[in-house]
């Protein structure tokens, strides 16, 4: 299966590295719309993107994607509510993996969010700390807004994103960032009652666990095309990072 990855950062080398270890995958290039290339200067036909890079390239993503049957692996966070749609009528036209993390762990901790948050809700109050290194952009992370949609899916709590000045905790789920040095990345979710205290964290040492779970999302992908070839189909859908680990 070939594959192709957009962004020539520390996370696109470190995707080529490991798609190069892996028996079935190729890596027919690293483009950096940056510097201006495109995916059609790719000679090698493509199966799956990853996308690792920014939302300013959904575009140019998505006409190739259109025009070639490619599936898309998308780990890109901070898109636009315009933007998220743009991915979901992509994902009618070819498969599309799109989630905020790719890790395991993250994906264990969002289920578990989702059992015990109505037991402890009425009782507890509820905090999202995340930290990452100085150079991401947007905050708070994808994977906070993620993990509160977890704990909040019905609304009833509002967001708020962090705290200056007076006021009185309302019902609310608070959300903080933290940015500085070299952080791969750490999130911890508080639940605060009456004289107890219970918290779940996760921490990512390294990069590799997140390209590990694109690189399974892009043989989910890969598979999925296999047997609609096979049968004559086209596939399409939009999967998330629960699907690829637990289907």
Not at 14 to 37: H, M, Q, Y
Not at 131 to 145: E, I, R
Not at 208 to 218: N, R, S
């Amino acid at each position: 299966m070939n594959i192709a990855i957009i962004g020539k950062g520390a996370m696109g080398k470190l995707l080529k590295e490991l798609i190069d270890k892996k028996d079935g995958l190729k890596c027919v290039g690293i483009i950096e719309p940056l510097g201006g290339e495109k995916l059609n200067d790719i000679k090698e036909s493509i199966h799956v993107i990853i996308d690792f890079s920014n939302p300013a390239n959904l575009n140019m993503i998505e006409e190739f994607a259109r025009e070639n049957g490619c599936g898309v692996v998308i780990a890109t966070t901070g898109f636009s509510e315009k933007q998220r749609q743009q991915i979901l009528e992509l994902s009618k036209k070819v498969p599309v993996v799109k989630a905020a993390n790719f890790s395991l762990g993250i994906t264990v901790m969002k289920k578990m969010l989702t059992q015990i948050t109505p037991i402890l809700k009425d009782n507890f109050d509820m905090e999202i700390i995340e930290k990452h290194h100085n150079k991401k952009l947007d905050s708070p992370s994808g994977t906070a807004k993620m993990l509160a949609e977890a704990m909040n899916p019905k609304g009833e709590f509002d967001q708020v994103y962090g705290r200056k000045g007076d006021g009185k905790r309302g019902k609310e789920i608070g959300i903080h960032a933290v940015r500085g040095g070299t952080i791969a990345g750490e999130h911890t979710v508080i639940f605060a009652g009456e004289d107890e205290l219970f918290e779940i964290k996760h921490t990512a040492a390294s990069k590799k666990i997140f390209a590990l779970g694109a690189i399974k999302a892009a043989e989910f992908i890969g598979e999925r095309l296999a047997t609609g070839a096979n049968n004559g189909e086209i596939s399409v859908g939009m999967y998330d990072i629960e699907e690829v680990l637990f289907l």
